[in-house]
């Protein structure tokens, strides 16, 4: 009987151990496996909203598709205020505006042409947001975009909120309001995204931006870039990371938001300012513009 039980009790050991290394081995372990419990509900709501579930899965059982909450953190505690946007009126700023204006002649003067936005506008913007495409932003949109967008859950919430440095931490209440009203904007950019890499047939890594999900010379918003970016080299593809196409974007999004030759100078900040809601942002944009004339 006891020779018996401890067999028995041998071959339980054996048993549990073989489940363990089953579950440790398993492609859901380990990182993917949490990855797939915090996004298991933006997936179904996804789901819930008509995308296939090959699209779905494919996306977000890729490796480097994850909950990034040290990353949505920035987003809570930018100011604009903290920005310095004298940086780019300076000598060494206007001077390498000008040479990207002689250095990509051919396509601002065409963009200028077809929707007729001022050249120095165009490449005021592209100044002011990567450095005339020199600093893209290094997060990948995908995550920051769905960290946002899971933000419903509470959980998820005061994970952002902790990882907060304490420093840092803005008021809790306002904090709560600010997730509430981002999550929601943050999952209709995130169905825009998934939507613009299905049409341009881009692998989810290879798209970087900047902390909000911005992405591309232009930093545009994915719902821009579905809708409003432009095809400038004439390859049959919309690619932001280069300067033919973020060009032609930047002056089609000006025009649909109303922008003319000759346009008085408050009508022109008036468009300006649906570009990036900021005062600061567009004052300095129309005075690159005049350095840019001289």
């Not at 997936?43 to 296939?52: A, K, M, P, T």
């Not at 999550?183 to 613009?196: H, R, T």
């Not at 890499?197 to 992405?215: C, D, N, V, W």
């Not at 400038?232 to 300067?243: E, S, V």
Request: hydrophobic share 40%; glycine share 6%; net charge neutral.
């Amino acid at each position: 009987m006891g020779m018996k039980l401890l067999l028995s009790s041998g071959r339980l050991k054996i048993f549990l151990i073989c489940i363990i290394f089953l579950i440790l081995s398993s492609p859901l372990s380990g990182q993917e496996a949490i990855k797939g419990n915090e996004f298991d509900k933006l997936i179904q709501r996804l789901l819930n909203d008509g995308f296939e579930k090959e699209t779905i899965e494919t996306l977000f059982f890729n490796k480097k598709v994850f909950f990034n909450p040290e990353g949505v953190s920035s987003f809570f505690i930018h100011t604009e205020s903290s920005l310095n946007y004298d940086q780019f009126t300076s000598d060494k700023s206007i001077a390498d505006a000008l040479k990207y204006i002689e250095t990509y002649k051919s396509e601002l003067e065409q963009a200028q042409k077809i929707y007729g936005v001022d050249k120095t506008i165009i490449t005021a913007i592209l100044l002011v947001e990567t450095r005339l495409g020199t600093y893209l932003g290094n997060r990948i949109v995908i995550n920051t975009l769905s960290t946002m967008a899971a933000l419903t859950d509470e959980v998820l919430r005061e994970r952002i909120w902790d990882s907060i440095p304490d420093k840092k931490k803005p008021d809790k209440e306002a904090f709560i309001k600010k997730v509430e009203m981002r999550s929601k904007w943050g999952y209709e950019e995130l169905k825009a995204l998934i939507k613009y890499m299905k049409q341009e047939g881009l692998s989810p890594e290879t798209l970087k931006g900047s902390y909000a999900g911005a992405m591309g010379i232009a930093q545009f918003m994915p719902s821009n870039a579905l809708t409003l970016a432009k095809d400038g080299n004439n390859d049959g593809k919309i690619d932001l990371f280069t300067h033919a196409d973020a060009i032609f974007s930047v002056a089609n999004y000006l025009a649909h938001y109303g922008w003319k030759p000759g346009i008085a100078r408050q009508r022109q900040h008036e468009v300006l300012f649906s570009y990036n809601h900021s005062n600061y942002y567009v004052d300095t944009l129309l005075k690159i513009s005049d350095k840019l004339k001289g």
